[in-house]
């Protein structure tokens, strides 16, 4: 069977896009989709997505990290999934879709290459340590740090991520360090098990952890730079919960093609 695809990124997060609104895919297969992320004998990529028709939205996401388990939300994949709607002619330039945390609204600008995504409120943050938790659509893990550049995120992510708190389930790793305007982030995703360029329920969770940490509340806008490239968050934050959390950033088709799927 050969099997139509694009390749969307965001930030450098990437993934493999399908249109499956005929359900032509049965991509309940971890090892078709293990194959597809594969960097050197698949397409390669951080997951694999595939848009499929739903009663009262525009759309649902159904993803799959690279290690062909379904995933729970991904934030530059839901940002990018929305762009790959509006290039479908599925959208304009606003929408409402199911992913698997619920609805999402979000807004693409004109061209098509930049997308406001609106996340789940968050009503808790609790702490390990000196490192706090928090869920985005995804559990996150959220540590301050110092020399963030040369630091060795795999390393350190993956004893994170198996130790005995959360192997079970799993956990990202987040590292953050403070910059003149905001912060820089690395993050180590599960799925993945490996540093990727982006993580967008990771910089979310960075910048709700920031304002909890700081004590910030109103209206909060923070600007974050991952490996692959400027990602923004905005919300609002009363001092328990946030709410009207976007985020927001670069999403871009880099090709298309065809594969070949084996039976």
Request: with cysteine; proline share 2%.
């Amino acid at each position: 069977m050969k099997l139509q695809f694009y390749k969307y990124q965001g930030a450098g997060n990437d993934f493999i896009m399908v249109d499956n609104r005929e359900n032509v895919v049965n991509h309940h297969n971890s090892r078709l989709i293990q194959h597809l992320c594969d960097r050197r004998f698949g397409i390669g990529g951080d997951g694999a997505m595939f848009l499929q028709n739903v009663d009262g939205y525009d759309f649902e996401m159904v993803y799959y990290n690279a290690d062909g388990k379904p995933s729970s939300m991904c934030g530059n994949g839901g940002r990018c999934i929305v762009a790959f709607a509006k290039f479908l002619g599925i959208i304009d330039d606003e929408t409402e879709f199911l992913a698997v945390d619920g609805p999402h609204y979000a807004k693409i600008s004109a061209e098509g290459n930049w997308v406001s995504l609106q996340m789940t409120d968050v009503n808790s943050i609790t702490s390990d340590d000196d490192a706090y938790v928090l869920n985005t659509g995804s559990p996150h893990y959220v540590t301050l740090t110092e020399g963030l550049k040369d630091k060795n995120v795999y390393k350190e992510g993956y004893a994170i991520r198996n130790n005995d708190t959360y192997r079970a389930e799993g956990i990202n790793i987040n590292f953050v360090e403070p910059t003149d305007n905001g912060y820089f982030v690395r993050t180590f995703e599960r799925g993945v098990e490996d540093e990727t360029f982006a993580c967008g329920t990771g910089v979310t969770a960075v910048a709700l952890a920031m304002a909890k940490h700081n004590n910030i509340t109103g209206q909060i806008t923070t600007p974050i730079k991952v490996l692959g490239g400027d990602l923004t968050i905005r919300f609002n934050y009363d001092g328990n919960t946030f709410t009207d959390i976007f985020l927001e950033g670069p999403a871009e088709k880099v090709f298309e093609g065809d594969v070949v799927l084996k039976d």
